[in-house]
C-alpha cells in the first residue's frame, strides 16, 4: 500500500520551562507582590504558548478583577473552566461573586453552591455564602462562615473580603466603630473595589461625618469603570445639601433623576433629602431600634454588594 503524502497535522509541542522562566510561576509570585500589569504580562504569555491554559486563564481573571475589570474578569473565569474541562471550585465561585455584584442572586447562589460542593474549603464560595446570609439576617451563620477565614492574611487568600464581610456585619449591628476598622481595612487592602469605597462612605454617614463621607463618595465615582447606581446620586445629593453645597447636590439629584425616575420623586421634599441618619445608640427605646436598625439594613445590604 502506498504511504499518502499528504502532510500530518501535529500539535505544537509543550513549552519547557525552569523555575526561572516558568510564566504561571512568575506570574504567581507577580500576583501576591501586587504587580498586576507584570503577572498579567507572564500569564498572557502562558496563553500565547499553550501553556497551563487553566491556570493562566485563572491568573488573567485575577488581574482583571483586582483592576477592576470586571467583564474581562468574567470571561477569564469562563475560559479557565473550559480548559480546566471539570469542577474547579475558585473560578466557579469568582463569577458567583461577578453574578453577585449584577444583582443576579439565584444565579450566584448555584454558583457558590456549585464551587463549595468541589471544594467545601474554598473561601471565595464561603465568602459569597456568607453576604447572601448577612442579606437575609441571618448573623450567626453568617458570622459562622466569616470566622473560618479569620487567619487569612494578604489579597490572594481572600483577606479584603473577610474585613469586608465582618463591616457589613458590624454596621447590620449598630456597631459602627468596628464597622469602620473593618471597612478601612478592606478599602487598605484592595483601594480599586468599589464597594469597599462605598462601604467606608456609608459608615462615615452613620457616624456623622458628613465630609469625610462626601470624598468617599467622590474617590468611588471617580474610580474607572463605575456607572452610579441612582439611590447612589440620590444619597450624595443629600450629603451635598448638608454640608453646603447646594449646587453639587442640585445635580446629583438631577442626575438620579435621569437615571431612574423614582428618584425625582424621592427629592421632592428637600426635607427628606438633607435629614440625617441616625445610628440606634442615638434613638430611644434601643432594644425595638435594634430590631428596626437590623431590618432596615438587613434591606440596604443588598444595594452595597452592588456597587
Request: hydrophobic residues 40%; contains cysteine; glycine residues 8%.
Amino acid at each position: 500500500m502506498t504511504a499518502s503524502l499528504a502532510p500530518q497535522a501535529h500539535a505544537a509541542p509543550t513549552p519547557s520551562y525552569t523555575l526561572d522562566n516558568d510564566p504561571i510561576r512568575l506570574g504567581n509570585r507577580q500576583l501576591e507582590a501586587g504587580e498586576w500589569d507584570a503577572a498579567a504580562a507572564q500569564f498572557k504569555a502562558a496563553v500565547e504558548a499553550a501553556y497551563r491554559l487553566d491556570e493562566a486563564h485563572f491568573g488573567l481573571g485575577l488581574t482583571a478583577l483586582r483592576q477592576g475589570r470586571y467583564e474581562d474578569a468574567e470571561e477569564h473565569f469562563q475560559d479557565a473552566l473550559k480548559a480546566r474541562g471539570g469542577a474547579w471550585a475558585e473560578p466557579r465561585a469568582e463569577l458567583g461573586l461577578l453574578l453577585l455584584r449584577r444583582g443576579e442572586t439565584t444565579q450566584a447562589a448555584d454558583a457558590f453552591d456549585e464551587a463549595a460542593a468541589a471544594d467545601p474549603k474554598c473561601w471565595a464560595a464561603r465568602y459569597g455564602q456568607a453576604l447572601l446570609l448577612l442579606q437575609a439576617g441571618d448573623w450567626e451563620k453568617g458570622r459562622d462562615l466569616l470566622e473560618t477565614a479569620k487567619d487569612r492574611k494578604g489579597v490572594l487568600k481572600g483577606e479584603d473580603r473577610y474585613h469586608h464581610a465582618k463591616a457589613l456585619m458590624f454596621l447590620a449591628n449598630g456597631a459602627i466603630a468596628q464597622a469602620e476598622i473593618e471597612a478601612l481595612r478592606a478599602q487598605t487592602l484592595d483601594p480599586v473595589d468599589p464597594r469597599y469605597t462605598a462601604l467606608v462612605a456609608r459608615v462615615y454617614q452613620e457616624q456623622g461625618h458628613d465630609e469625610l463621607a462626601v470624598n468617599a463618595w467622590e474617590q468611588m465615582l471617580a474610580m474607572p469603570g463605575v456607572t452610579p447606581r441612582a439611590d447612589t446620586l440620590l444619597e450624595l445629593g443629600r450629603l451635598y445639601a448638608k454640608v453646603g453645597r447646594p449646587n453639587d447636590a442640585r445635580q446629583k439629584f438631577e442626575e438620579a433623576g435621569a437615571a431612574d425616575s423614582t428618584s425625582r420623586r424621592r427629592c421632592a421634599s428637600w426635607p427628606s433629602c438633607t435629614g440625617a441618619r441616625r445610628s440606634p445608640s442615638s434613638r430611644r427605646a434601643p432594644g425595638c431600634a435594634m430590631r428596626r436598625w437590623r431590618r432596615r439594613t438587613s434591606r440596604r445590604i443588598w444595594a452595597w454588594l452592588r456597587r
